[in-house]
């Protein structure tokens, strides 16, 4: 099984950790402002690359904190994890 | 009784179907996505509206993606309007497709069952039942008893952990030989003058204005009145060349086939609850889905657990698979979109006609979609099964929410 580097446990199992999608998804500074079609983008529409991809996940049968990672979605290798509150690593 | 030899009832291979088509310069249709969806959109542009100067570009080799890698169900039982209608539509056409394409598909209408586990199940069941009735669609509710009596070898005691509660049965619906009916699409799409190119990767679109008018490819450029994507979980990587957001997400999905056995199981099985889909394919070997791996991911291949889930819940229902060998895994990336339904129409693109976000169910719609894609590519407007499932219902609110809601196994 894969094992998923956790950023407080270190490295555990695929099963004991869930998806949480994209990371760095932010929301909206004036959310009354918003047109519809904005909202969509923000409630439905998320990024799909296959290659690197910053999302988030949670060891949520250990420690159940959030961590962020960048992973290739191709290869299913986890490149980095990283703290919710660091900005996205620059990877080359 | 001497056994049966597994595969006897089964037509030769033939040793060529299609001609291996070499590009041209142009075309006036472009289909990107040699699978079910855009063999099937081929055949229908040349029967139903006479456009035979088209060609199918495909990256790998033809039907090699999810057309390969199905579990084959083919079934219209959906709670909503807008997608019982496409879904039968299929049905229907399912229903005189060996005819029409002059080749066995193997089609055989066994009958689903999709079982409920608790109560909440029954009720959401039993109104799917009626919703289906509304709609034309054959649907039955069926106590424990009757499901035993349709599949023996399902455990209906009370004593285990999801107990079966009832089902719901369409007669109507069953499975057909994937490949053969990818090969069936081909071979007509190919005597109509159509191309099909394989190996022939897009790496780009040409765009004059507002208006796609080409593919860039590894093989060339191919110049296109108009381009039609069907490339299922690879959608997105399509469309991001052009800029052009569309909300899916590729999953790996996992199947996976047993040893060849006697014939055990006489129709097809599906339970949302304890997530797995069984049917034993003509050849004899049981067949089972599981659910998406939770990442998003395009490698075709997933993570052994799910398989492990999948197999407990399996095992579970079926005691008598217990004995039972595992031959293969394999995933397909399937594109799930935000309501689980698909998206399909006219896109920010003149000239660019989209297809995707079938998720897990795109193989039971293949020649409704293709008969639909067809007319909305010919008319350059929706053919009306496809017209509620635009992109722009995102913005709309105008939501096709199948999720959890039609049986599905998601």
Redesign the interface.
Request: charged residues 20%; negative net charge.
């Given at each position: 099984?894969?094992l998923i580097a956790c950023p407080w446990c270190g490295p555990r199992e695929?099963?004991e950790f869930?998806?949480g999608?994209q990371a760095h998804v932010p929301y909206p500074d004036a959310p009354g402002e918003l047109s519809?079609?904005e909202w969509?983008?923000y409630?439905?529409?998320?990024?799909?690359?296959?290659g690197r991809?910053a999302?988030r996940w949670n060891h949520s049968a250990g420690c159940r904190r959030w961590f962020n990672a960048i992973?290739d979605?191709?290869?299913?290798r986890f490149e980095r994890v990283y703290r919710l509150d660091d900005a996205r690593p620059v990877t080359s | 009784m001497s056994p049966r030899t597994p595969g006897a009832d089964l037509p030769e291979h033939p040793d060529s179907l299609w001609r291996n088509a070499e590009p041209r310069r142009s075309y006036d249709v472009v289909i990107v996505g040699g699978g079910g969806h855009g063999l099937a959109t081929a055949h229908y542009l040349a029967k139903n509206h006479g456009i035979t100067n088209v060609a199918v570009v495909e990256k790998g080799w033809l039907a090699g993606g999810n057309m390969a890698r199905n579990t084959t169900i083919i079934r219209s039982n959906y709670l909503w309007d807008e997608s019982s209608a496409i879904y039968e539509q299929a049905l229907k056409l399912w229903e005189g497709l060996e005819e029409d394409l002059g080749y066995p598909i193997l089609f055989s209408q066994r009958g689903v069952l999709n079982l409920a586990h608790t109560l909440q199940d029954v009720r959401d069941s039993v109104r799917r039942v009626e919703a289906n009735k509304l709609n034309g669609v054959d649907a039955e509710w069926v106590e424990p008893d009757e499901v035993r009596k349709i599949c023996p070898i399902v455990n209906t005691s009370a004593d285990i952990r999801y107990p079966v509660l009832g089902a719901t049965y369409q007669p109507r619906a069953g499975i057909a030989k994937h490949d053969y009916v990818a090969w069936g699409f081909a071979r007509r799409a190919d005597e109509a003058g159509i191309d099909l190119i394989q190996d022939c990767e897009v790496t780009g679109f040409a765009t004059t204005g507002n208006r796609v008018t080409g593919v860039h490819t590894t093989r060339g450029t191919i110049g296109a009145g108009r381009v039609a994507l069907c490339a299922a979980g690879?959608t997105?990587?399509l469309t991001?060349m052009l800029g052009i957001?569309?909300?899916?997400?590729?999953h790996p999905l996992q199947a996976l086939v047993s040893e060849l056995l006697e014939p055990v199981h006489p129709t097809v099985v599906m339970s949302n609850a304890v997530h797995v889909y069984v049917s034993q394919a003509h050849k004899g070997e049981l067949v089972m889905g599981a659910g998406v791996d939770?990442?998003?991911?395009?490698?075709q291949r997933g993570?052994?657990?799910v398989i492990e889930r999948q197999m407990a819940a399996a095992v579970e229902l079926f005691p008598v698979f217990a004995r039972a060998h595992l031959l293969r895994t394999w995933a397909g990336i399937v594109?799930v979109s935000?309501d689980a339904s698909p998206i399909v129409g006219m896109t920010p693109y003149d000239g660019l006609y989209l297809n995707c976000g079938w998720g897990t169910g795109g193989f039971k719609a293949t020649p409704g979609i293709g008969w639909a894609l067809a007319h909305t590519i010919a008319h350059d407007e929706p053919h009306p099964s496809v017209a509620p499932f635009t992109l722009d219902r995102?913005?709309?609110?105008a939501l096709v929410d199948e999720h959890g809601a039609a049986a599905v196994a998601h």
């Open positions: 099984m894969q695929e099963v869930s998806y999608g519809d079609e969509a983008h409630v439905f529409f998320r990024d799909n690359p296959k991809f999302e992973r979605t191709a290869t299913y | 690879h997105t990587v991001d957001r569309v909300p899916v997400q590729s939770s990442f998003n991911g395009f490698g993570a052994f657990h594109d935000p995102f913005v709309t609110g």
